[in-house]
């Protein structure tokens, strides 16, 4: 062994005195664009910014509900019932009709689209996704399991690859940032 030459490299294809390859560990293959995947990632709105457009919206509809509640003398069940529509018909129609943001998504400047062509949600879609938030959140009214579920729905995206709630899947849409 001369001194140019590292152990164990016997009739391997580097010259003598050249340095070893570096080793790199095992990648397992790719199912799709690396590049098209990473910025698509990098489009999805994150949790936090989620949550606070959430919050935001929900002061405004409770704003608003808490006025029609006293105009009308709503009762507890009334109130509920009337709020979860205002609910789904102001994330609804501002989704479908205010560039796929609601008042706390505008703020937090996050935006709901297509999950397939990330074109604009149309109204019988952003419906579909307020109304299917709001029966996740009317099951809560159930007991343990119901608001298990909409824990699950409001968790989901923390572990969910794009970001997505249950209602963002049944509706079909995702948030960009």
């Known amino acids: 062994m001369t001194e140019n030459e590292t152990p164990g490299s016997g009739?391997?294809?580097?010259?003598?005195?050249?340095?070893?390859?570096?080793?790199?560990?095992?990648?397992?293959?790719?199912?799709?664009?690396?590049?098209?995947?990473?910025?698509?990632q990098q489009d999805l709105a994150g949790y936090g910014w989620r949550v606070l457009g959430f919050l935001a919206d929900a002061v405004v509809v409770g704003g608003l509900l808490s006025v029609i509640a006293r105009i009308f003398h709503l009762g507890y069940f009334a109130d509920y019932s009337v709020g979860l529509v205002l609910r789904a018909f102001y994330a609804g129609f501002l989704i479908a009709y205010w560039n796929g943001q609601t008042v706390g998504?505008?703020?937090?400047?996050?935006?709901?689209?297509?999950?397939?062509?990330?074109?604009?949600?149309?109204?019988?879609?952003?419906?579909?996704?307020?109304?299917?938030?709001?029966?996740?959140?009317?099951?809560s009214l159930i007991g343990v399991l119901g608001a298990l579920g909409q824990a699950a729905d409001l968790l989901w995206p923390a572990w969910d690859p794009q970001n997505q709630t249950l209602h963002d899947k049944i509706g079909r849409t995702i948030v960009l940032r």
């Open 105 to 139: 998504m505008r703020l937090v400047r996050v935006r709901c689209v297509e999950a397939e062509g990330r074109g604009p949600v149309v109204l019988p879609q952003a419906m579909a996704r307020a109304f299917s938030a709001e029966l996740i959140a009317a099951a």
């Open 11 to 40: 009739d391997d294809e580097t010259t003598p005195g050249s340095p070893p390859e570096p080793q790199t560990g095992y990648l397992p293959p790719s199912w799709g664009d690396e590049a098209d995947d990473t910025v698509r």
